[in-house]
């Protein structure tokens, strides 16, 4: 059975996660067979510290555990919150951060970079303006800030061109939910066709 992969990476706040709930319930409606894989951030054990890079390495394989089992689970669509394309950008954002994690990250970047054969078959990249990013957080937090958040978005902006996969970038700032879940799932829907030819 060909599982159809779809990532979803992008700016904190974008709604990622609320589209990823609300395209799985209508593909699933609609008959489909779908698999889900969180998002690793809220699941790093309490004993690795979550900001350092310890914490973004157990984050990145336990993503790719996630992805080797699910792939062979019997579904039509596997969607991952934050995969493999995903890491290789966050790396080089805590690169950027913590410049003296440059021989860790390096590292990271090129082994994630070298597993093409689990790339996913197609990426969403959600974008969203720094202001309504801190605004759907509620404010400003110890790490994330408006400052954080514009530097996401310019490293992001210039990651874009480099994705090795087809991709489908989505400024969420002023779109509702309901209309981000449209965009995506006819675009999902578009693929299984595809795959289907």
């Known amino acids: 059975m060909n599982i ?16 990823i709930t609300n395209v799985k319930n209508v593909l699933t409606e609609a008959g489909y067979a779908v698999d889900y894989i969180q998002e690793s951030a809220e699941l790093v054990p309490k004993e690795i510290p979550k900001g350092d890079f310890d914490g973004h390495l157990w984050m990145r394989l336990h993503s790719l555990e996630n992805i080797l089992v699910k792939r062979h689970n ?9 995969g493999i394309i995903d890491g ?8 950027s951060k913590n410049p003296e994690n440059e021989k860790e990250c390096a590292s990271l970047i090129r082994f994630l970079s070298e597993l093409t054969f689990y790339n996913p078959d197609f990426l969403f ?7 309504v990013s801190i605004e759907r957080r509620g404010g400003e937090g110890r790490i994330v800030t408006l400052d954080y958040i514009e530097q996401y978005n310019t490293m992001l902006s210039n990651f874009i061109p480099t994705i090795p996969v087809p991709y489908k970038v989505i400024d969420t700032s ?13 675009e999902i829907k578009n693929l299984l066709k595809k795959e289907v030819s």
Do not use: H, Q
């Open 88 to 95: 290789i950008f966050y790396t080089y954002f805590v690169l």
């Open 125 to 131: 990249v959600f974008t969203c303006d720094a202001e």
């Open 4 to 19: 159809v992969t779809v990532e979803f990476t992008g700016t904190p706040e974008a709604g990622k996660t609320d589209c």
């Open 74 to 82: 019997e579904c039509d669509i596997l969607l991952i919150d934050r």
């Open 174 to 186: 002023n779109l509702s939910k309901e209309e981000v879940c449209n965009l995506v799932t006819k």
